[in-house]
């Protein structure tokens, strides 16, 4: 079974920047799509953004366009997220996700997803 083992995370000011990767390891990897959602306490979790693994085709949720980038590199088997102009309301737990269907259901929710990493915690302060 693959693993999926998040990083980066960390507290930062306002208007800052952070880069989180997503490392999968393990047996072959086998995911089409791989994603980033978010979570605080007592809300559900969020999608954040999402990329096709073979083609690189991007989404995004409407809160973080045109400042979150998601990008992957094929032959480490990782995925990243970098997020610019940092807000406090960014603040959550961020999870990466592995989903083996290459099918695209917008919007994105977590149901469509099969593996999931631990998390890391994102403070943004003001």
């Known amino acids: 079974q693959v693993q999926l083992v998040e990083s980066g995370g960390g507290l930062v000011q306002a208007g800052g920047s952070l880069r989180l990767s997503c490392a999968a390891s393990g047996r072959t990897f086998s995911y089409s799509v791989m994603g980033w959602f978010r979570q605080v306490p007592g809300k559900e979790r969020e999608f954040v953004a999402a990329?096709?693994?073979?083609?690189?085709?991007?989404y995004y949720a409407d809160s973080v366009k045109g400042r979150f980038t998601i990008s992957r590199d094929n032959a480490k088997n990782t995925m990243y997220l970098q997020m610019n102009s940092l807000k406090p309301e960014d603040t959550a737990v961020y999870y990466c996700a592995g989903q083996k269907s290459s099918i695209m259901i917008i919007p994105v929710t977590p149901e469509r997803f099969d593996s999931w990493g631990q998390g890391t915690q994102v403070t943004v302060s003001s």
């Open positions: 990329i096709r693994w073979s083609s690189g085709s991007t």
